[in-house]
């Protein structure tokens, strides 16, 4: 089954510590994305990238950091930069579309990892 | 004022009720309608996808966009406690990244 899959489930940082969350999808989908959920804040977002070996910054990008060495996967980093980390983190991905990321960019989500920092 | 406006609810109907969920925005440049389904501690789950105004139906499920007020709705009918989960507007076009509602919470009692 074509899909996107995100791990671990649950994750819990200490204080000071990186972690790196894992995304792979078999879509053969260009473009793949993060976002951050927070209650009653909706979904922001913090990398995105359009091809491999290329991504750009969100909206929220402070603090983390991410990869694209392969077309299938996407890891996205917390760093000890990042001051608030507690958050329900999503992957997802879409067809690139005529060379405007944006312009059909149906986005179809992982299950997310939900991160505590301790 | 937000580019997205959605009202977070939550919602509560009971079971067989018409569901009536909407959203607003304030860019003209968007030109793709999405509707998610999200259920607790999942990942959102693509419902609907309409370009440009009109209707759209998909069973129970129906998305209705009028852009000259900003305005898109999902309407849901025969409620089920199965559609108890919360639903996020999203929308974009042109060169304009996807930008998501914060998500209406809905309860179908049963």
């Known amino acids: 089954d074509g899909g996107i899959t995100q791990s671990p489930k649950y994750l819990f940082r200490k204080e000071g510590q990186n972690v790196t969350l894992s995304c792979e999808q078999n879509?053969?989908?260009?473009?793949m994305y993060w976002y951050r959920q927070d209650p009653g804040q909706g979904l922001r977002l913090i990398y995105y990238?359009?091809?491999?070996?290329?991504?750009q910054k969100g909206d929220i990008a402070e603090g983390y950091s991410v990869s694209r060495e392969k077309k299938e996967s996407f890891p996205l980093t917390v760093t000890s930069a990042q001051k608030n980390p507690t958050a329900f983190y999503l992957c997802?991905?879409?067809?690139?579309?005529?060379?405007?990321?944006?312009?059909?960019?149906?986005?179809?989500f992982g299950p997310g990892t939900r991160l505590t920092v301790l | 004022q937000k580019e997205v406006e959605q009202d977070p609810g939550p919602l509560s109907v009971p079971e067989g009720a018409i569901v009536s969920l909407n959203c607003t925005y304030s860019?003209?440049?968007?030109?793709?309608f999405m509707w998610y389904r999200q259920y607790s501690r999942k990942g959102p789950e693509l419902l609907m996808y309409?370009?440009?105004?009109g209707n759209k139906e998909d069973g129970r499920f129906t998305a209705q966009v009028d852009k000259s007020s900003k305005y898109i709705s999902l309407f849901i009918r025969d409620s089920q406690p199965s559609d108890s989960a919360t639903y996020l507007c999203?929308?974009?076009?042109?060169?304009?990244?996807?930008?998501f509602g914060i998500g209406t919470k809905l309860q179908v009692i049963p």
């Open positions: 997802a991905s879409s067809i690139r579309a005529g060379g405007q990321l944006f312009q059909t960019d149906t986005q179809y």
């Open positions: 309409t370009y440009s105004s």
């Open positions: 990238s359009q091809i491999v070996n290329d991504f």
């Open positions: 860019n003209s440049a968007f030109q793709y």
């Open positions: 879509l053969n989908h260009d473009a």
């Open positions: 999203a929308m974009g076009g042109g060169y304009q990244k996807v930008t």
